[in-house]
């Protein structure tokens, strides 16, 4: 992605403490995969961004896959 300043040094981070995002007045941010993508919020901004919600869907199932594989949870 052309301007992109993603940085990818976790190690460098300091771990967060407690819930990202305080549980007040049901600000609950969506928990799974079919969550985010049924949100009209994301929806609306995936659509503004041209996002392919397949294609996202996909890439996030793959990733969450990985992650289990490497963990040793599938």
């Given at each position: ?23 007040k ?8 995969i ?6 009209q ?34």
């Amino acid at each position: 992605m052309i301007g992109c300043a993603m940085s990818t040094d976790y190690k460098s981070r300091p771990a967060p403490k407690g819930p990202a995002m305080p549980r007040k007045a049901g600000l609950v941010p969506p928990r799974t995969i079919d969550d985010m993508l049924s949100d009209q919020l994301i929806r609306t901004i995936m659509k503004a961004d041209r996002v392919d919600p397949r294609e996202l869907e996909a890439t996030l199932r793959r990733v969450a896959r990985n992650l289990a594989r490497r963990r040793g949870d599938a």
